[in-house]
T-cell receptor, first 111, second 119 residues
């Protein structure tokens, strides 16, 4: 069945460091791909999305490119800030109603 | 953009109490809403899919008599935790798909979650 695998955390970086959080997916057809972010004590927010191969989603300095050949959607940011500390979830919509989430990757950014 | 409002944000109550959590889509209609449970430092666990005007679809292992879901309108779904006990303490989050484009391309829009603490 459909699944999403993302790198285990926690990831600890210093401010202004480069961030990569890997995500790969298994899905039939042409799924849409998403990154969500969850700040402490809050629900999830959509960070960015891509709906077809080679699309690049971007928001708040984060970006991810839909790579069908490697079934990947890695999240990157060139220079992280302390305020980026959160849990990041990679996800894909299945052909039906459900959304499949990865396990989440916790990011800590130190000043 | 699509907004989902969840209420209350925090509940503390005694064991044996029933607790109702509301989830509203504020600016779009949601024929389908989702209820998740999240344990500390873990991912979301889908509990059930709430379908407007029909019975909810529960995931395996989720007690439908314990977690009652009602989706009476296109903008409101409720989750009632009946006779709650300390093991039901958790963070509950609702969501609904919405936005432009085809349904399969629409992201989930999440409520802010409800932290339930049963004493």
């Amino acid at each position: 069945g459909d699944s999403v695998t993302q790198m285990e955390g926690p990831v600890t970086l210093s401010e202004e460091a480069f961030l990569t959080i890997n995500c790969t997916y298994t899905a039939t057809g042409y799924p849409s791909l998403f990154w969500y972010v969850q700040y402490p004590g809050e629900g999830l927010q959509l960070l960015l999305k891509a709906t077809k191969a080679d699309d690049k989603g971007s928001n708040k300095g984060f970006e991810a490119t839909y790579r069908k050949e490697t079934t990947s959607f890695h999240l990157e940011k060139g220079s992280v800030q302390v305020s980026d500390s959160a849990v990041y979830f990679c996800a894909t919509n299945t052909g039906g109603f459900k959304t499949i989430f990865g396990a989440g990757t916790r990011l800590f950014v130190k000043a | 953009g699509a907004v989902v409002s969840q209420h209350p944000s925090w509940v503390i109550c005694k064991s044996g109490t029933s607790v109702k959590i509301e989830c509203r889509s504020l600016d779009f209609q949601a024929t389908t809403m989702f209820w998740y449970r999240q344990f500390p430092k873990q991912s979301l666990m889908l509990m059930a899919t709430s379908n407007e005007g029909s019975k909810a679809t529960y995931e395996q292992g989720v007690e439908k008599d314990k977690f009652l879901i009602n989706h009476a309108s296109l903008t409101l779904s409720t989750l009632t935790v009946t006779s709650a006990h300390p093991e039901d303490s958790s963070f509950y989050i609702c969501s609904a798909r919405g936005g432009t484009g085809s349904y399969s391309n629409q992201p989930q829009h999440f409520g802010d979650g409800t932290r339930l603490s049963i004493l």
